[in-house]
């Protein structure tokens, strides 16, 4: 599917939770790099980040994201995720946990199962944080651009390069290492 005919709302993301085995983490790196490696050559792949645990950590949260749930479920249902799982079980302390999501509460996944997520207005909160700032200082980076290209400067194309300059940096870049560095406040009661 072309990048400029993505419907935003039928975005899903899987996200996947491994815990790795501590004497496993250079085999599991190497087939994580396999692995992100295939999924990138799916029909429908938009991206995927990798949040790797802090220093002593084994936990490893996976996050690919399709441009439709079929094109996802179909990398899920592949024989290809099928033998990578395989491969990776002996490396793993608890299993292949895929969960997948159609809304941008990925970002705010908990790392184990049976924990809630945060309540929806910290996450609201977090986002406003990260999003906020952005909104402010992208349109003032372009400005210049604008200014020598006027047609640029038009509301649709002008805010097609905006948001473009904001959403893909919050969604590979920034909630990830937010959710990360916040994930104390966002856990406690």
């Not at 910290?122 to 400005?143: D, F, H, S």
């Amino acid at each position: 599917m072309a990048a400029d005919s993505i419907d935003l709302n039928s975005v899903v993301t899987l996200v996947v939770h491994h815990k790795v085995r501590r004497q496993a983490l250079a085999s599991y790196e190497a087939w994580l790099r396999r692995t992100v490696a295939a999924a990138r050559l799916q029909p429908g792949h938009l991206g995927v980040n990798v949040i790797r645990p802090d220093s002593g950590g084994a936990m490893f949260t996976t996050v690919v994201r399709f441009a439709q749930a079929a094109q996802l479920q179909a990398w899920i249902d592949s024989a290809e995720r099928a033998a990578l799982v395989r491969e990776v079980s002996p490396l793993l302390e608890e299993g292949d946990h895929p969960l997948i999501h159609n809304d941008a509460e990925f970002w705010f996944t908990p790392a184990r199962g049976g924990v809630r997520p945060p309540p929806k207005w910290k996450q609201a909160m977090l986002t406003y944080a990260v999003i906020c700032p952005l909104t402010m200082v992208i349109p003032r980076l372009w400005a210049p651009v604008f200014e020598r290209y006027p047609a640029l400067a038009g509301v649709v194309p002008s805010n097609l390069l905006v948001t473009l300059c904001i959403v893909v940096p919050v969604v590979f870049l920034i909630m990830p290492w937010v959710t990360r560095l916040c994930a104390g406040w966002l856990s406690a009661d």
